[in-house]
Structure formats: structure tokens, C-alpha cells
């Protein structure tokens, strides 16, 4: 599932976004104006473009008070600010119970107020995924916010990444670890 909007995407506390791959960006205005060639043909470059994460981006801003839930990966990518509200949670999980991968980007500050959840965890013996969180400007996790790529199980703990150019604050949870024997 992919969902462009070089203005910006909201998704709000009853919104859901659920697929087997979810992808929010926010592209350029250009780059959106030239999606459809003039006979009315996808532009098969910028499918390569936005499947490949290398769309040129507008200053637009991703805010998720919802859910975006995928059984493979999730994006978010924005050239504004991407924050994730106390009701936001973001989830990738494989069918067979290993945790997902989850990137987010901003061309600004990610934020992730207190009670917001970034979750690629693995149950099990499987294994927990990979989150990757990285801002131009600041990044910022609130008091009990979590970013988890654990293993619930006996499964290997996975990766998280949280980093900023300009700041990086942590008040709430980075979790990479196995409850188990992993």
C-alpha cells in the first residue's frame, strides 16, 4: 500500500492503515505532476522511484494518531516532520510471528509523544525485526513511547536504530533485547 501526498498525510486516532507493505511519503509537487505521462500512462520511473524510497521529497509533514500495521515493512518518509501521537502505533510483524522492519525519516524532527508505540518484534523462537528512526533536524521520544525489535520468546533480538543530525532526546524505551535464550 502506498500513500503520497506532497501536502502532508494525517492519520488519525480511528485511522488504520494495514497491508502486507505500507508506505507513507510525502513527494514533491513535481515529482507528483509527473507520476502520469501526458497520454495518461504511469510514469514507469517514478513507480521505480517511490517503490525504491528515492522520490525527491516536498517540506510536507507525516502525523500518525492512528495505526499502520503491515506484515513485512513500513515507511515513513517525510522532508517535514513525522510525529507519532500518544494513540500512534506502528506495527510489522511476518506471518510467521518474526519481527518486521519499520524505517522512518524526516527531513526536519521526528517526534513520538509518551504512550506512542514503534513495534518489529518477533514472538516465539522468531527472531525480532529491524527500526530504523533518523532525522535531519532532532529526534525525540517521549516518556513511555517504545521502539521495539525484541524477541517476546526465545527468538535473537533485533535492531533499532535511533539517531538525529541535531539532537536525539530519549525519555521513553529502545528495545533490541530476547526475553529468552535468543
Do not use: C, W
Request: hydrophobic share 40%.
Amino acid at each position: 500500500l502506498y500513500f503520497a501526498n506532497p501536502n502532508g498525510v494525517i492519520v488519525g486516532p480511528g485511522g488504520t492503515m494495514r497491508a502486507g507493505s505500507v508506505s507513507v511519503s510525502t513527494p514533491s509537487q513535481g515529482f507528483v505532476d509527473g507520476f502520469f505521462t501526458p497520454d495518461g500512462r504511469v510514469s514507469a520511473g517514478h513507480v521505480g522511484q517511490m517503490i525504491d524510497g528515492t522520490a525527491p521529497l516536498s517540506r510536507g509533514s507525516i502525523d500518525v494518531q492512528g495505526t499502520i500495521a503491515a506484515t513485512s515493512r513500513v515507511v515513513l518518509r517525510a522532508g517535514g516532520d513525522v510525529t507519532l501521537g500518544p494513540t500512534a502505533r506502528v506495527a510489522a510483524r511476518r506471518p510467521d510471528g518474526g519481527g518486521g522492519r519499520i524505517d522512518i525519516t524526516a527531513g526536519r524532527d521526528i517526534t513520538l509523544a509518551p504512550g506512542a508505540a514503534v513495534l518489529a518484534t518477533g514472538e516465539g523462537a522468531r527472531n525480532g525485526g529491524f527500526v530504523f528512526v533518523f532525522a535531519d533536524g532532532s529526534a525525540r521520544l517521549g516518556r513511555d513511547a517504545v521502539v521495539s525489535a525484541a524477541a517476546l520468546g526465545d527468538g535473537d533480538g533485533g535492531f533499532v536504530e535511533f539517531s538525529a543530525v541535531d539532537l536525539v532526546e530519549v525519555e521513553g524505551i529502545l528495545a533490541a533485547h530476547s526475553e529468552g535464550t535468543g
